[in-house]
């Protein structure tokens, strides 16, 4: 067993040797050089992992505009009065003290993918061997009818972290009671597949534990179904009965406008005019993943399961939300988790390190009410088709209040975990 | 003849008989001189077969002695399999503990171990190592010795206070047993090679070694860099630092024999986590011998 897997592991560390030969400047100058676009859980994980097990080998630079990474993971919490918004924000100093990752707060402004060369907003030029590309998501504003980057100023999505987050949870606070809230939920495939739905339960145990029972909440969904659907809508019966809504398509007949002059929403069905819109259209993979021609009609990037390569670009590694993950979800932890098979691969690539089969795994934790928390779960194996699942697990509506509970205290040791696996 | 026999037995239980009710009398005339059933009614074993003699080919105990069997504590250690049963001493008679009541006590639970595949080596400190087979053991003279056996930790339980309902439970881990074996002196002897200084300390080394052997993991170089992969995916949960938040505990320094055990309690669903079963039911032994080895190796043992 234990020589079956070596003589593999010799035979693709050959492989890859070859391929890097190909790079002129791996051997030319010393350290190979890495660039990572995006800061994000895949993003920082990789330049974590690369710079701590290969950094004499490889020089490696994070390309991220943020000062500081606010999770979008667990914002959710945030809204619902569990967190501050200073609990879900991380420092990148210790990427560099630590690691000696090159930390350039600057964004990237395009690709040279012939050349190997990356252009940053202040005009200056990044050369690298591999690229990894982890940009997160872009979203298609022009999916809801009306919509716009501008609108999301009055009827914002919050689903990138930062400004977006703070301005929702102003509005959410500022819901009279009795008030109305629409959320129009996004189509597959989006980031946080439960996301929406946790949301809405944290809006729903703010207005209630603020005096304001009154308060209604519908979500307009462009899908027949939804991530944890048989766990939520009991748990809203439970915790929140007649406060939320859930609208399937076949009953809203789709959306026909928002918009943000009136406030109104107006699907098929009827016409709202909410206290609160928080619409979140459709997703792609980051612009710049699509402007460097790595995106396929789906507006997400492909890439070989069994390393994170882009299928169209083998110096280019994509991981997290921007690629097309086969049966895994758009998650953070499923953003780690590939981050850590791709930077094994760059390292195999570049400093010949010894490489082994990868590994996936994934687990979302959502909050629906205090000390109410549900999971949902599987591991992964790479196939020549796709990442695929091949077990899973999922939390059952007979659950025990002692089960439930003890996942909250584990979705706390999770991000406390995983945060800490990225940034320190 | 046998009416003689059937007459003397019949006197014989009667004199018994009178020696039971001698020391029911004081009950028994409470009950106006209601007869015992037990001596007046013929028993079922008197009136039909019993079953045949190859009933149970090899032997196993009277169903009226069902319960007299080794017992463990489900929550006095983390696994079943690195656990311990104890002998029942309160139902036990005589001073030989019977083989299928002996206390055990094993670290990664009941080896099976094929007779014809055991060896019995003799290397290290010795001009020239030896190895015999089972059949080469058997062929030296034996010896037949009763030994007592008590594990150092027998009664420990109680040391900071009662917290078991019964002296099996409490003082259990002891037995008495005869064994039939092969001194090693007649191995010596048989081999002149050998030295007779040394033999002691060889004696002692195997003693040690035995138990070590029980181990997966113990005594063969566990596989790091693979370890150090595997752990890229306990990290996003177990902190590597060694801290602990919520729900998740540190698992860094952890001891290696406890290491694999949670893991295959967890891959065999013994143990109920549901993220922690998905992530174990992947991981072969090799797997988690090289995980327990990079993460005893990452902090101070706990």
Request: overall charge neutral; aromatic content about 8%.
């Amino acid at each position: 067993m234990i020589l079956n897997r070596r003589r593999f592991l010799i035979g693709t560390s050959a492989l890859a040797s070859t391929a890097a030969l190909s790079a002129p400047s791996v051997l030319g100058q010393g350290k190979a050089k890495l660039v990572v676009l995006g800061g994000g859980a895949g993003g920082a994980t990789v330049a974590k992992y690369v710079a701590r097990d290969a950094g004499e080998a490889i020089e490696v630079t994070l390309v991220e505009p943020a000062k500081e990474y606010a999770t979008c993971f667990f914002s959710n919490l945030y809204l619902g009065g569990f967190r501050t918004y200073e609990d879900n924000v991380h420092s990148y100093d210790a990427l560099g003290s630590k690691y000696g990752v090159n930390v350039v707060h600057q964004a990237a402004t395009g690709v040279d993918r012939d050349k190997r060369e990356i252009k940053l907003t202040d005009g200056s030029v990044l050369k690298y061997d591999r690229l990894v590309m982890s940009p997160g998501i872009d979203l298609k504003y022009d999916s809801v009818p009306g919509y716009s980057e501008a609108a999301a100023e009055k009827m914002p999505h919050g689903w990138k972290s930062g400004p977006q987050t703070k301005l929702l949870k102003a509005m959410i606070d500022a819901v009279p009671d009795g008030g109305l809230v629409v959320m129009i939920a996004p189509p597959n495939p989006s980031r946080c597949p439960p996301g929406p739905y946790e949301r809405v339960s944290m809006m729903a145990h703010l207005f209630k534990s603020t005096g304001r029972d009154s308060c209604k909440i519908i979500i307009v969904d462009p899908k027949e179904k939804f991530s944890k659907q048989g766990l939520f809508q009991p748990g809203w019966e439970k915790y929140y009965p007649g406060m939320i809504e859930w609208l399937s398509p076949m009953i809203h007949g789709g959306v026909k406008s928002v918009d943000p002059s009136t406030g109104e929403v107006v699907t098929d069905f009827e016409t709202y005019k909410p206290a609160l819109a928080n619409i979140i259209p459709a997703q792609s993979a980051g612009r710049i993943a699509i402007d460097s021609g790595l995106a396929d009609e789906t507006g997400f990037c492909p890439i070989d399961p069994f390393t994170m390569k882009s299928k169209r670009d083998p110096s280019i590694h994509i991981v997290g939300d921007a690629c097309i993950p086969g049966d895994m979800p758009k998650s953070a932890f499923a953003a780690n988790s590939q981050a850590k098979v791709a930077a094994m691969s760059i390292r195999g690539d570049l400093a010949k390190a010894p490489t082994f089969p990868a590994r996936f795994a994934n687990t979302c934790w959502s909050l629906i009410e205090t000390d109410d928390c549900v999971k949902v779960g599987g591991r992964y194996e790479a196939t020549e088709e796709k990442i695929k699942r091949t077990e899973g697990f999922i939390s059952q509506p007979t659950d025990t209040a002692e089960v439930r509970a003890r996942n909250y205290q584990e979705a706390l040791g999770w991000y406390a975990g995983i945060t800490a696996d990225i940034f320190s | 003849m046998t009416s003689d026999k059937r007459y003397n037995r019949r006197s014989f239980l009667k004199g018994t008989g009178i020696a039971a009710a001698a020391t029911a009398v004081s009950w028994r005339a409470s009950r106006a001189g209601e007869p015992d059933p037990a001596i007046v009614n013929l028993p079922d074993h008197s009136k039909y077969l019993g079953e045949g003699v190859q009933a149970h080919p090899y032997g196993s105990p009277s169903q009226y002695e069902a319960n007299v069997i080794r017992r463990d504590v489900e929550w006095l250690t983390a696994t079943r399999e690195s656990s311990v049963n104890f002998t029942p001493i309160h139902d036990l008679d005589g001073i030989i503990t019977p083989n299928g009541l002996a206390f055990e006590r094993h670290h990664a639970g009941v080896a099976e171990i094929d007779p014809a595949q055991h060896r019995l080596m003799i290397n290290g400190l010795v001009e020239k190592p030896l190895v015999f087979t089972m059949d080469d053991v058997k062929r030296f003279p034996r010896e037949n010795r009763v030994y007592l056996l008590e594990c150092a930790a027998n009664s420990g339980m109680e040391w900071r206070g009662a917290q078991l309902n019964g002296c099996q439970f409490t003082d259990g881990m002891i037995h008495t047993l005869m064994y039939t074996g092969v001194p090693l002196k007649y191995v010596r002897e048989t081999k002149p090679a050998w030295m007779g200084k040394r033999m002691r300390a060889i004696g002692f080394l195997l003693r040690l070694a035995a138990p070590m052997a029980l181990v997966p993991g113990a005594g063969r170089t566990a596989d790091i860099a693979l370890g150090e992969y595997l752990a890229a995916e306990c990290v996003t949960c177990h902190q590597l630092s060694g801290h602990s938040t919520g729900g998740i505990p540190s698992i860094v320094g952890m001891a290696e024999g406890l290491f694999i055990e949670a893991l295959t309690a967890y891959k065999r669903g013994e143990r109920d986590n549901d993220v922690m079963r998905n992530i174990a039911g992947r991981l072969s032994l090799e797997d988690m011998a090289a995980l327990a080895a990079y993460f005893a190796a990452q902090g101070p043992r706990r």
